[in-house]
């Protein structure tokens, strides 16, 4: 896949809206009285933290629905991931389940433009998601190098105005179940968690230029840690 994009760096995996540079358009809109920080919504929310809180508690149901709809048959297609989008947070905003139509970059680092977006998800979904999945299992290895392969190329596209970090860990999270893993402990809290964040966004970045291992490395430990935490280990 072409990588129109020169990789720097990334500070920050969950995003703070006010630092995201982006043109204009509707998913460039914010709410008025949020101060530039919430997105504009169809609940009319203006507080961050209560935007964070409303797309919690959507993810967690979003979630808990797709246990039910995905199976270990399940082929994850650019379709399927845009329609996962959109039960997440077709409540909330009016582009869910949508592509981007506007440019985002975040410090030096530039995403590929919107335009591009259709044809870098058909090529993952070529390349990438219909060989790996539906994921068959095998080692804890494998899978994390199956998981780290898919999280990274949906990472590099940034398909979506908001919430494409979230939803990738999500797939893996699909993925891990079909091979018959728990969901993924990426040790995001507690202690130890803010050196956990900087090496999994590190990983990512090198994944961005097809390099694996980190990332394989960094997911291959975060199941094992659920592993251990369900007894397994």
């Not at 259709?118 to 993952?124: F, I, K, L, P």
């Not at 964040?197 to 291959?220: H, I, N």
Request: aromatic share 8%.
């Amino acid at each position: 896949m072409r990588r129109v994009i020169l990789v720097k760096a990334m500070s920050e995996e969950r995003h703070d809206i006010s630092r995201y540079r982006t043109s204009q358009g509707i998913e460039g809109e914010f709410e008025p009285g949020s101060r530039g920080r919430v997105l504009r919504n169809k609940l009319g929310i203006r507080s961050k933290r209560q935007m964070d809180q409303a797309e919690g508690l959507a993810l967690l149901k979003a979630q808990e629905r797709y246990l039910h709809l995905v199976t270990s048959e399940t082929t994850f297609t650019a379709d399927v991931i845009c329609r996962m989008h959109r039960d997440w947070l077709g409540r909330i905003y009016e582009w869910a389940g949508r592509y981007k139509s506007v440019e985002l970059s975040k410090g030096s680092f530039r995403w590929p433009p919107a335009r591009l977006v259709a044809q870098n998800m058909e090529a993952v979904e070529r390349e990438t998601l219909h060989r790996l999945t539906p994921c068959r299992g095998g080692t804890v290895a494998a899978v994390a190098r199956a998981m780290a392969e898919v999280q990274a190329e949906l990472l590099m596209v940034h398909p979506y105005r908001e919430g494409n970090g979230r939803l990738a860990r999500w797939v893996s999270d699909l993925m891990a179940m079909q091979a018959g893993l728990p969901a993924v402990d990426y040790g995001f809290r507690g202690k130890g968690s803010r050196l956990r964040r900087r090496e999994y966004l590190q990983a990512v970045v090198s994944g961005y230029v097809k390099d694996y291992e980190p990332l394989t490395r960094f997911l291959a430990e975060a199941i094992e840690r659920a592993l251990r935490e369900r007894g397994e280990r």
